[in-house]
C-alpha cells in the first residue's frame, strides 16, 4: 500500500486545494479511504489529521471501509421517487440481503444510494460501477444484479 | 493555420458529409442513451455493416432530448433525407439494415420523424411532431447533431465565432452586449449576468477567477449533464468570453462525479482547445491568457450555493459563509470571482455569436430567451426540452409531454427542485418564467420539472424532499440544521398517522422562520415543498391527520389496499406481482387481498391492467394511535 500510496501522493504538491482531489485519487485506487492513508496525507499536506477526516466525512463520496466488486447505486432523485424509487431500494436490499451502505460478505456487492445520477427521463435507474441501468422492475433488477434463479448463493 | 482557414476546412468536411452519397448513421450515445442500450445497438451497426459489404459512415452524438424513445438511430440515406427511428434494439437495428440499407424500405413504422420541412412515405417533419413543434431549440441545437467529440463539428457550426467576436471588440463591449441580450442566471435565482460581470470587472486587483458551476445538484434535472455531453465546446466558448469580460485568467468546471461521461467530454474537449491555441497563452494573437482546470464534486448538494463551492475549491467542508462580501468582490481565496451556470455561459456564447437582439427575440419582459427543462416524472414524453421563456406550464406538460403517464389525472408540478414548490392543476396556466413562478410559491431553479399524477402523495412528497435537505445541511446555521429536521420529524409523524391538525399550522409556521433565519439559500428554500403543499393540497395534509388516511396509497400506514370483485378480471397478475404472497384467488376468480400480509408496496395496484386495485375508503380494524 505505501508504494502505490507515495506514488500518487508524489503527483501534487501537498497544498491545501489539493485535498479533496487526493481524497478521490486514493479511494479511485483503494475502493475507499484506509486510515494509513489518511494520516499519510495528513502528513503530506502538513496539516492536522482531523483536518484530513473534516473533509471526507463531509462529502458523500468518500467511505471508510472496502467496498464489493460490484458497487451498486440506487438512485433517490425525485424524478426516480416519482416513479418508485422507494421500492427498487427495498427490492435491492431484499435481492441483496444487505442493508443501504453496506457490502456482503463474500465482497461482491456494495450497496448505497445517490442524490442522482441524471437519467431522470428513464427513470427509476440504478447505477452498476458506472453503468446506468434504467426503467428499474423487479424483474429487471433481479436480471442486472444477476440475481436470478440462483439468487443467494 | 489560422482559426478561420481551420473554420473553413471544417465546413467544408461537414457539407461533404451531408453530401455523401454513403448513408450515414448517427446513434444517440449520451448517458440516458447509453442507460437504453445505445452501445449495443451501435455495435450491431459496428459489426453488421462491413459484414454485408455495406459502405456507411457512422457518427455518435449526444442526446436529442427524447429519453422516452431511447436508444435513437438517425439514417440519411441518399436521396433520402435523414429518418430518426425509436426504440432501436439491437434486433431493430438488424432489421434497419437489412429493410432500409439493404432492400431499401425505409421502415416508415419504426420511424418518429424525418429531418427537413418535407414529409416522405408517410413519416411527418420531425420538426413538426407535437414534441419538437412547441420547441425552439437554441441551447441545444447541436445536441445530437454534432460528434461531441469532434471539434471540427463544433467548428463548422459557428463554434468560437462568438470568441472571436468578444476579441474584438473587448470586454466592456462584451458586458454591454450581454445586458442588451437580458441574460439572466439559468442556475436558479436568475441574477442579471452583466451586472455580477460588471461588478467583479470593476473590482480591484489583477486576480480574478471564474468558476463554472456545473455540480447540477437539483435531483431530477440532467440539463447540464446533457449539454456538457452533447456539446461541451458551447461550455469551454462561454467560459473563454466571460472570463476575457471579468477579466480573469484562471478559471474551474466544477463537475459532480456522478457524471463520467461529461467530465471526460469536457476534458477532451479542453485538450482540443489547447491544442488549437483556444486555451492557454495569447490566445490567438490577442494578449489574453485563459486557463481552465476541472475539479470533481464530492457529493454535496450545498455546494450549489456560490460560497459554498468556493469553500470546496479552496479545499474546505463545503460550508456557506455570509454575504456581503460577495464572490464578485471577494471570493476564491478572496480574490474577486464569478461563478456561472453551465447553461448562462453556453448563452452567452450564442449571444456573442447571434448578437443580443437574436437571443432576445424569445421570451418575455423581465425573462428573454429560451430555457431548458427536464421535463420528468409521471409524464409520457420525458426529456429535454428547450421552449421561449414564458411559455405555459400547459404546453410544455400537455403538448410536448403528451400528457400525464397512462392518461391518469394531473396533480402537480414540481418546479425548482428540493428548493423549489408545488404548483397544482388550477394553476397550469402560469407562464413559465423567473417571476411568475416565484409568485406561485416555486422557483424556476435550473430547469427540473417532475410531474405529478393523482397517486403521488403530497405530503410524502414533501417529506421527501426534507428528507433530502435535512440529510444536505451542512450544518453550520442552526435554523436549517435543526428546522429541518422538526420539520422531517413533523412530516414523518404525519405520514405515519400521529399527526394532529396543529402540526399543520406548525408546519407552516416554523417554515416561514427557517426561511427567514437560514443562512444561504439552502435553508432559505428548504420548507418551500412543505409550504406550497399545504398551500395547494390543505386537504390531503388533513385527510392525514383528521382521517387518518392517505387518499393515494402511498403512507403505508394509512393504506389498506382493496381489491374491488366487479372490475377484476381474475387475470392474476397482481398475484404474480405481490412479493410477499398476500393476494389469493382462481384463474379468472375474483382475487383478494389478505391484509394481515400486506405490507402496502402497491405492486399489485401498478400491475393491474383494469384499475381493480384501489385504497379503501376508510381504514378498517387498525389502531393508529401512539
Keep these: 500500500m505505501e508504494e502505490r500510496l507515495s506514488s500518487i501522493l508524489s503527483s501534487y504538491e501537498g497544498k491545501r486545494e489539493e485535498l479533496i482531489p487526493i481524497l478521490q485519487q486514493i479511494q479511485g485506487e483503494f475502493g475507499y479511504l484506509p486510515e494509513q492513508a489518511m494520516l499519510e496525507i495528513a502528513r503530506f499536506a502538513r496539516v492536522p489529521e482531523s483536518s484530513v477526516y473534516a473533509i471526507a466525512t463531509f462529502y458523500t463520496q468518500f467511505r471508510f471501509t472496502p467496498i464489493g466488486k460490484k458497487h451498486v447505486m440506487v438512485c433517490r432523485g425525485t424524478a426516480c421517487y416519482v416513479r418508485g424509487a422507494s421500492r427498487v431500494l427495498e427490492t435491492v436490499e431484499e435481492l441483496l440481503g444487505i442493508k443501504e451502505g453496506e457490502t456482503t460478505e463474500d465482497m461482491e456487492y456494495s450497496l448505497e444510494t445517490v442524490a442522482c445520477i441524471g437519467a431522470c427521463g428513464l427513470s427509476p435507474c440504478i447505477m452498476i460501477n458506472k453503468k446506468v441501468e434504467a426503467k428499474m422492475t423487479r424483474k429487471r433488477l433481479t436480471d442486472v444484479l444477476g440475481k436470478g434463479e440462483a439468487a443467494e448463493a | ?626
Design chain 2, 1 to 626: 493555420m489560422s482559426l478561420e482557414d481551420t473554420r473553413a476546412n471544417a465546413q467544408q468536411q461537414w457539407q461533404a458529409l451531408q453530401d455523401s452519397d454513403k448513408p450515414v448513421i448517427l446513434v444517440g450515445t449520451a448517458t440516458c442513451g447509453r442507460a437504453a442500450g445505445a452501445l449495443e445497438v451501435l455495435d450491431v451497426f459496428r459489426d453488421e455493416l462491413p459484414r454485408r459489404g455495406i459502405d456507411a459512415t457512422i457518427v455518435e452524438v449526444g442526446c436529442l432530448g427524447l429519453c422516452y424513445v431511447e436508444p435513437l438511430v438517425c439514417i440519411t440515406k441518399p436521396p433520402r433525407p435523414g429518418i430518426c427511428y425509436t426504440n432501436v434494439t439491437p434486433k431493430k437495428a438488424v432489421a434497419l439494415i437489412e429493410g432500409y440499407l439493404v432492400n431499401d424500405d425505409c421502415q416508415a413504422g419504426m420511424a418518429l420523424g424525418v429531418l427537413g420541412d418535407q414529409g416522405l412515405e408517410g413519416i411527418a417533419p420531425l420538426l413538426e411532431t407535437p414534441v419538437f413543434k412547441h420547441q425552439v431549440r437554441r441551447t441545444l441545437a447541436r445536441c445530437g447533431v454534432i460528434d461531441p467529440s469532434n471539434f471540427d463539428h463544433y467548428l463548422a457550426h459557428d463554434g468560437y465565432a462568438g470568441l472571436t467576436k468578444a476579441l474584438k471588440v473587448g470586454p466592456e463591449q462584451v458586458i454591454e452586449e450581454v445586458k442588451n441580450s437580458g441574460l439572466r442566471g439559468r442556475g436558479g435565482a436568475g441574477f442579471p449576468t452583466w451586472r455580477k460581470w460588471q461588478l467583479c470587472r470593476e473590482a480591484p486587483g489583477d486576480e480574478k477567477y471564474l468558476v463554472c458551476n456545473a455540480d447540477e445538484g437539483d435531483p431530477g434535472a440532467f440539463m447540464n449533464r446533457s449539454l456538457l455531453e452533447g456539446d461541451p465546446h458551447a461550455l469551454l466558448e462561454g467560459m473563454l468570453i466571460a472570463g476575457y469580460a471579468i477579466g480573469a485568467e484562471t478559471s474551474y468546471i466544477y463537475c459532480r462525479a456522478e457524471y463520467p461521461l461529461a467530465l471526460e467530454r469536457v476534458r477532451m474537449a479542453i485538450d482540443q482547445a489547447k491544442q488549437h491555441g483556444l486555451l492557454g497563452e495569447d490566445i490567438l494573437g490577442s494578449g489574453f491568457n485563459f486557463h481552465i482546470k476541472v475539479k470533481e464534486g464530492a457529493g454535496a448538494f450545498v455546494c450549489g450555493e456560490e460560497t459554498a463551492l468556493i469553500a470546496s475549491i479552496e479545499g474546505e467542508r463545503g460550508m456557506p459563509r455570509s454575504r456581503p462580501p460577495f464572490p464578485a468582490v471577494a471570493g476564491l481565496w478572496q480574490k474577486p470571482t464569478i461563478i456561472n451556470n453551465v447553461e448562462t455561459l453556453a448563452g452567452v456564447a450564442l449571444i456573442l455569436q447571434h448578437g443580443a437582439d437574436w437571443f432576445a427575440e424569445y421570451g418575455t419582459e423581465q425573462s428573454k430567451g429560451t430555457k431548458t427543462f427536464a421535463l420528468v416524472g409521471q409524464v409520457k414524453n420525458t426529456g429535454l426540452v428547450e421552449v421561449p421563456m414564458g411559455t405555459t406550464l400547459r404546453k410544455m406538460i400537455f403538448d410536448i409531454g403528451g400528457g400525464v403517464l397512462g392518461d391518469k389525472p394531473f396533480k402537480a408540478v414540481q418546479t425548482g427542485g428540493p428548493s423549489g414548490g408545488c404548483i397544482p392543476a388550477s394553476l397550469l396556466d402560469t407562464p413559465v418564467d423567473y417571476d411568475s413562478l416565484a409568485a406561485a410559491g416555486s422557483i424556476m431553479g435550473s430547469g427540473g420539472m417532475v410531474v405529478m399524477d393523482e397517486d403521488t402523495c403530497m405530503v410524502d412528497f414533501a417529506r421527501y424532499f426534507l428528507d433530502f435537505a435535512q440529510k444536505e445541511s451542512c450544518g453550520k446555521c442552526v435554523p436549517c440544521r435543526l428546522g429541518t429536521k422538526q420539520l422531517l420529524d413533523i412530516l414523518t409523524d404525519i405520514t405515519q398517522g400521529k399527526g394532529t391538525t396543529e402540526d399543520i399550522d406548525l408546519l407552516v409556521e416554523l417554515g416561514e422562520a427557517i426561511k427567514m433565519g437560514s443562512l444561504c439559500g439552502l435553508g432559505q428554500t428548504a420548507p418551500n415543498p412543505v409550504l406550497t403543499t399545504i398551500r395547494y393540497f390543505r386537504d390531503e395534509y388533513e385527510a392525514h391527520v383528521i382521517d387518518k388516511r392517505c387518499p393515494s396509497g402511498t403512507c403505508r400506514a394509512l393504506t389498506q389496499f382493496v381489491i374491488v370483485p366487479e372490475t377484476c378480471t381474475g387475470c392474476g397478475l397482481c398475484r404474480a406481482a405481490c412479493p410477499v404472497e398476500a393476494i389469493l384467488g382462481e384463474k379468472k376468480a375474483t382475487h383478494e387481498i389478505i391484509d394481515e400480509r400486506c405490507t402496502r408496496c402497491g405492486a399489485c395496484r401498478e400491475a393491474c391492467p383494469f384499475g381493480a386495485v384501489t385504497v379503501a375508503e376508510a381504514k378498517q380494524d387498525k389502531q393508529l394511535s401512539g
